[in-house]
């Protein structure tokens, strides 16, 4: 019997049945060049099936399954390109997955494949063993008339093993050339098949916008490496769906954490610092610094080190699950895969599920023997609460200071709020000043508007009991510190004089006034006197653009009544001097001799205010000269600056200084808690980024997720399995607060300056308080984005977590453990879910809302997931699957795995 004997036995396979048509070499050519429309249809598509497989043991059915390798010569060695599931227990299985081969597969019709069957003996112990091979070539699957090919297995020894049977799925024929044709039920192996009309070989075509993840410019910059299976899964009523499911890695594993650790170290590196920046401090203040200073340097030293390995790391950017307690790479994701499941139909369906898997964000090189981030925290609270009570305590009979934690939050928003408005006043002034020099009265009016506006905000701020008691406290902290009752000018018996105990951290008062009167009078005085110098500098400026502006206007006006506006800007001004003390333009930042003598650091002003006022106000020959806007301004520019920048450094080392004072008790339990935060925070961001990259590009046509997206945010949706038993209990723990987190995350969409795949990679700006992920687009992708987006819009991140324990584990914490955990999480979700359906349904009109596939409306969902999961129910999926239908194609899906 030769080697292409057909089988004796062979049995139709109805439900597989291929197309039948003769086939020319131009068509065979056309066949294996694929769709140019679709780069993931396959150049060629077989299904496979054994029949009467023989093992040694006659008593036993094999466990089988088909492993495909190819050759195309001139190569002289075979290259494994896929297998088939494993199919138990029969000596004729029908396989469901299909063998593919891609454009990338570099195929043609010289091409060898070996098809390769094995028998598993012991799944779990992987053993296994060869029953028999066969050979063919891609032409003769061609050109066989119906396109299939019966083969005899053999084993090594040449001795009969079975048959398998190669069908070709039809890649290209139109649906107005096929004839269908009906055919009887039929049974194989005692299993009744349906009878499908060959026209299901048709290709389905390119229905919808598809963007494929090996082809597409944006989605093959991020993501990588990855492998495809397909599969052909028959219907009851006679038809089948035809699954492609692809799974990618990404090198963002590998590129965010890199970008997060560098901002990570600058930030930390910055609060050293402002630290340093304090000035000279009394022994006492100067030992606590010292201490904090130390630890900071040690996390900074561990930031250090793992940006260098990072960044010497050469191996692959997907982490391995082996690899989740390797210190080296413990802010990598591990196990960061995108799996897309695309599912076609006759009907002409085609759908696409993605979802971004990841072992469960945990800081696993940390080891979780103190328990989990969430256990950590409320450890961390209590100490510092206990901290707190302890203060309370002892300011019956010391003078310190203790400050509430809603005073903790007011103080790194201050310091936040100074940061970004000192910026932009900045920016404006220079702009304004530019503007001046163009002599654009417009661009003078508008830029004047937006200076005004947020120096006055950054007035605002700095106007607060909170930051003009940390002053004080600042300036009591000084070595020896002179403060007066009244000017700096009064004589010595109104003058009061500070000193700090040299053993403690308290600072004592002498002299013939009391610590109250001089905090609510002089202490006051003097840093009003420090915010009113902007404002009123302000002041001088609005005027001064309103003069030049009217005088534009008003070209007819003679110089008398010029000089006669100067008077009153003069007059205004000498006013302006007895309220305010001006700073020194020479000024260059708060230091600690400034510090120790108030005085000098205001009495000089006055003078400079009358330089300013008899150079700009009192010279109108000057103002007729080229360039007056600019001559007239640029002074008045530097000294608000000046007085901007003296303000915002006095307040932002106050806040500093406040910052060290309640840290300082805890400080080696808060920078522990933290690192452990930043790596699981780390892990957790690069999924999100992965999972928003791939939604935005499938949604680019959506107008309805485009529109929520930058109304009410992403809602990004994980889902998770792990138990609450062990160490499962720790790891959900990290990962919980890992994923509320990113609600401090926004995402501004741009456009990509170059289609090459560097320039459209994500860049992370920010810091702990907020990061901000840019992704880059390419032009004709970003033109299809509403303007909204276009603009700039931050785009807000909603995440939520759905936990159902399912393993055997969680049956040990059902009976013998705690459950709380898992429920306590799926109640916040539930709670954070229904506030963004509520906000959706405030700000989007009906028509933006998803649908659902089943026949239950969203609110009924919604109720159906609030009962399960206030419900006591042992390992209830329900609340997955239900969750997931509510989700539908309005939220990025995440699955975090157990490990």
């Known amino acids: 019997m030769s080697a292409r004997e057909r089988s004796p036995r062979h049995r139709p ?34 299904s496979l099936a054994c029949s009467e497989l023989i093992t040694p043991s006659l008593d036993r059915k094999p466990n089988s399954f088909v492993a495909v390798s ?28 299909s063998i593919a081969f891609f454009q990338d597969s570099l195929i043609n019709q010289q091409t060898q494949v070996k098809l ?116 052909r899964l028959p219907t009851t009523d006679g038809n089948h769906l035809r699954i492609l499911e692809q799974m990618a890695e990404s090198v963002l594993s590998l590129n965010i954490p890199r970008q997060f650790v560098k901002l990570l170290l600058e930030e930390d590196a910055a609060r050293v610092c402002e630290l340093e920046e304090l000035g000279v401090l009394s022994p006492c203040w100067e030992g ?27 191996g692959p950017s997907f982490k391995a699950s082996n690899l989740k307690a390797e210190k080296k790479l413990e802010f990598l994701p591990t196990n960061l895969h995108i799996q897309r499941m695309r599912v076609q139909d006759d009907s002409g369906s085609d759908l696409t599920y993605d979802i971004v898997t990841i072992g469960a964000p945990a800081a696993h090189s940390q080891g979780f023997k103190n328990g989990g981030l969430r256990k950590l925290i409320h450890k961390f609270e209590e100490a510092k609460k206990h901290v707190y009570e302890e203060g309370c305590s002892s300011m019956s009979s010391s003078q310190s200071i203790v400050y509430i934690p809603q005073d903790i939050m007011r103080a790194k928003e201050i310091i936040a709020h100074i940061n970004t408005l000192k910026t932009q006043v900045s920016y404006y002034a220079e702009r304004l000043s530019r503007a001046a020099k163009d002599r654009s ?131 205004k001004k000498g006013n302006l001097e007895r309220r305010a003390y001006w700073i020194n333009p020479d000024y260059r930042g708060d230091t600690s001799s400034s510090s120790t003598s108030p005085s000098s650091s205001s009495s000089p002003v006055s003078s400079i205010c009358h330089f300013h006022t008899h150079k700009n106000c009192n010279t109108p020959a000057e103002e007729a000269a080229p360039g007056e806007w600019s001559e007239a301004l640029y002074p008045l520019l530097t000294t608000l600056t000046d007085c901007v920048a003296m303000m915002s450094d006095k307040a932002k080392k106050a806040m500093v200084f406040l910052l060290m004072q309640d840290t300082a008790p805890t400080i080696a339990m808060d920078l522990s808690l933290q690192y452990r935060r930043d790596v699981v925070f780390c892990q957790t961001l690069t999924a999100l980024i992965c999972g928003f990259i791939i939604k935005l590009r499938n949604c680019l046509h959506d107008d309805g997720f485009l529109r929520q997206l930058y109304t009410i945010g992403l809602l990004a949706q994980f889902e998770s399995l ?175 795995q157990n490990y």
């Not at 190819?70 to 290259?79: C, E, I, K, N």
């Not at 896929?82 to 299985?93: K, L």
């Not at 028998?119 to 299939?148: I, N, P």
């Not at 033109?783 to 977590?801: C, H, K, S, T, W």
Request: charged share 25%; net charge negative; with cysteine.
């Open 288 to 314: 606590l610094r010292r201490q904090i200073v130390t630890q900071y340097q040690t996390i900074i030293l561990n930031y250090q080190e793992t940006l260098t390995d990072l960044h010497q790391y050469k």
């Open 722 to 896: 792990l138990s609450t038993y062990g160490e499962e209990l720790s790891m959900l723990e990290d990962m919980s607060i890992g994923i509320l987190d990113l609600r401090n995350v926004t995402f501004k969409v741009t456009q990509a300056t170059s289609a090459s795949s560097p320039d459209m990679l994500p860049v992370i700006t920010g810091n702990r308080d907020g990061f901000n992920v840019r992704i880059p687009l390419p032009g004709s992708m970003f033109d299809a984005l509403p303007r909204e987006i276009q603009n700039g819009m931050l785009l807000r991140v909603q995440p939520v977590l759905f936990s159902v324990g399912i393993n055997e584990q969680q049956t040990l914490a059902e009976k013998f453990g705690d459950t709380s955990l898992q429920e306590l999480i799926n109640m916040e979700s539930l709670a954070r879910l229904n506030s963004y359906y509520e906000q959706f349904k405030e700000v989007l009109p009906e028509d933006c809302l998803p649908r659902s596939r089943s026949q239950t409306c969203l609110p009924e969902l919604l109720r159906f997931l609030g009962q399960n999961v206030h419900a006591r129910k042992n390992k209830n999926v329900d609340i997955l699957w239900q969750a997931a239908e509510v989700y539908l194609d309005h939220a990025a899906r995440l699955a975090c």
């Open 70 to 97: 190819v050759t195309t010569p001139p190569q002289a060695f075979w290259t494994k390109h896929a297998q088939t599931e494993i199919i138990e227990g029969t000596s004729n299985p029908i396989f469901l997955s």
């Open 116 to 231: 390769s069957v094995y028998d598993v003996k012991d799944r779990s112990q992987g053993t296994m063993y060869l029953l028999g091979s066969s050979l063919f070539t891609v032409k003769e699957l061609l050109l066989e008339k119906q396109h299939r090919l019966h083969l005899m297995l053999r084993s090594a020894e040449n001795e009969r093993v079975g048959n398998i049977t190669i069908i070709a799925w039809q890649m290209e024929e139109k649906r107005d050339q096929r004839a269908p044709v009906t055919r009887l039920p039929d049974t194989i192996n005692g299993r009744m098949v349906l009878p499908v009309d060959e026209s299901l070989t048709e290709s389905l075509g390119i229905r919808a916008k598809y963007a494929s993840l090996c082809k597409d410019t944006l989605l093959k910059s991020v993501f990588g490496g990855a492998m495809s299976r397909m599969y």
């Open 441 to 571: 009265s417009n661009g003078l009016e508008r830029t004047l508007a937006i200076l005004a506006d947020k120096t006055r905000q950054l007035v605002t701020v700095c106007d607060c009991k909170l930051l003009a008691n940390a002053i004080q406290a600042l300036n009591a902290a000084r070595p020896e510190y002179i403060a007066s009752k009244t000017s700096p000018t009064a004589g010595d018996a109104d003058q009061v004089m500070l000193r700090n105990d040299q053993d403690t951290l308290v600072a004592r008062w002498t002299g013939r006034n009391s610590r109250s009167s001089l905090h609510i009078s002089w202490h006051e005085e003097e840093w009003e006197k420090v915010w009113l110098n902007v404002d009123k500098s302000l002041e001088c400026i609005i005027q001064r653009v309103d003069k030049l502006l009217q005088k534009e206007r008003l070209q007819s006006d003679s110089c008398e009544d010029v000089f006669q506006c100067d008077q009153t800007c003069t007059s």
């Open 13 to 46: 396979w109805s439900v597989y049945r291929a197309n039948t048509f003769d086939l020319s070499s131009e068509m065979m050519g056309l066949t294996l060049a694929g769709n140019s429309q679709d780069p993931d249809e396959p150049v060629l598509e077989f």
